[in-house]
């Protein structure tokens, strides 16, 4: 009975030693989430600002060489003010009737950035643009006053 008692003790402890073992390997392995990492997703600009400006940017930070992304504004751009490279992340502008800053100071946007090889891998950033307000130059002249003589 002591003997068997040994044995099962000696079992059980080569086992948890196996399984602090299994956890240290586990550990060391470096597992990559390849899920795109979006930096730089604020950007300000003047109102009515001209079609095809570029308005930024959106940066992956992770990104891989293996790996093509794709973008796509997929909510906020109900007036199509904006528009963005599929393959760059380049925001322009698309519509600068829209950009009113009376109306919309701000617009956010969520954008979805895709693993084009990969399309089940995918993050969805926001991005705000501010519109700052652009006070209006007028020319000539403004209205005309009558001068009475006496």
Do not use: R
Not at 10 to 17: A, H, P, R
Not at 38 to 62: C, M, Q, R, W, Y
Not at 127 to 143: E, Y
């Amino acid at each position: 009975m002591k003997v068997k008692l040994l044995a099962i003790m000696k079992n059980i402890i080569l086992l948890i030693s196996m399984s602090v073992l299994l956890l240290a390997i586990t550990s060391c392995v470096k597992t990559e989430d390849p899920t795109p990492v979006i930096k730089d997703s604020s950007f300000t600009i003047p109102e009515h600002t001209a079609n095809d400006i570029l308005v930024g940017t959106l940066t992956i930070s992770n990104k891989e060489s293996k790996y093509q992304y794709q973008f796509e504004i997929i909510d906020g751009n109900a007036l199509n003010g904006f528009s963005i490279d599929n393959s760059t992340g380049e925001i322009h502008v698309n519509d600068s009737f829209v950009l009113d800053y009376e109306t919309t100071p701000s617009f956010s946007l969520l954008v979805k950035v895709t693993i084009t090889e990969k399309p089940e891998i995918y993050s969805e950033v926001p991005v705000t643009i501010n519109l700052t307000d652009v006070i209006p130059v007028t020319t000539g002249l403004i209205s005309f006053y009558k001068f009475n003589a006496n």
